[in-house]
């Protein structure tokens, strides 16, 4: 075991159960990035080395990886494996030699000072396989490595509706270079994803109500046999939190949403952070990935990244498309979701600017930031989704996030003290670096002017508070 392992001790929930700390109750940052099919065959020796370096250098803690069967493949297909073959056998029991090639990645992401969240593969599997056959993956993954310092989801897109031959048709529709079956193959995908979210007919609300009911008892398992009490959450599809589709389980550590692949979800991004965050520490495990669907940019993550922290989480989760699913130009797996590469992937500057902005928070308390609805007053009438985030620390820092889409140029921020003076730092979101200063005394209020053209970021401290470590 490499010097990161024996150094690294497993995150943990703090005191009061809003945020996460290390073993020594310092304050955690989740700052994860999404590699599901890292313990397949896509994920070559060669390619982890240079992913690890770059996360690790970028500020990363925490990678997702899936172990027994990713999204959007059968289990027993080529994809699903590695050079062990793949996790479950056709008689319902489990390949050993699946593990022992998986255990090579998990401790390389230990060795490179990040967390593997272990994710015991897709939702839909377990209508497939059983119950008892995911007790029996989550019994291997605990007698592995439950003694590492690793963090646990009980499984992904819990309550997602895709039936194997439609997600085999959906695949197969796709024929490279030919531009009309590629945006087919991309309506089949949508569709059955409004399927998944909506529960249109009663037979799929039954079936989805007792997957959910799989699951929970299968979480209960995990915590019954876990003897080091690693952090435990799971991934959803659907437009709730975790909490909300189990019914507030004892079980769950971290309170978690998928805002997933679309701007039309920026709303319930927010809405569910700020509801989300009051009794456990929440974290958006999937927004919109960069480059998905030839799609969401930099100022796309910028935005998810501020928009969920300032509105409430204590973390975030990024992904990279190329990255979650190993593709290449030469073999452009799931290219239903956009071609890629993830070698260009591992350039995408979103990844870098959220890394500083990670880096930039650890300056100040953030843990204690609290979403502040009531603080902004804009002086003109319009009011967009892009709207600034608010959140302050205990009437010591005051942050605001000015998305670029914004209509207004001018913002109010109000609840200051008349008998203090305060420091106002206009930063960069893409850089982290301060652009401008300037202070301000004896007001209620301070306005903001913030151009249009880009994103802003402002900071407010009192100047007679000295920064709390």
Partial sequence: MGNAQRVLQPPKLSPDGRYLTDMNGKPFFWLADTWWFAATKRMSESALKVLLHDRAKKGFTVILLVIGAPPEVDPFSVEAGNEG??????????????FDHADGVIRKILAAGMFPCIVGSWGHHIDRFGVETMKHLWLEITNRWGDLPVIYCVTAEADVFLQGSALHETISSVRWGRLFRFFNALKIVRKLFRTAAGGQSEEIRRLLATRVEKWDEVARY???????AHLLTVHLHRKLLASELFHHPGWLDIDTIQSGHTKSNAGFMVEAARRGCKKRPFINLEPWYEGILGNFGPSDQRYAFWACILSGA??????????WQMATRSDPFLAHWGISDWQEAIRYEGAKQIGLAKQWLMKIPWWKLTPDIQATATEAETITPYEPFVAHINNQYVLAYFPKGRKNICYRLNNFSTHHTYSVTYISPVTMLPQREETFTNQR????????????????SRFDEKTEK
């Fill in 314 to 323: 204590k973390g975030h989760t990024y992904g990279a498309h190329g990255i």
């Fill in 222 to 228: 995990i915590r019954q046999i876990d003897k080091h």
């Fill in 85 to 98: 073959g793949c996790a479950f056998l056709q008689n319902g029991g489990l390949n050993t030699h699946y």
């Fill in 445 to 460: 209020s301070y306005s903001m002017q913030a151009p249009l053209s880009k994103d802003w970021l402002v900071c407010i």
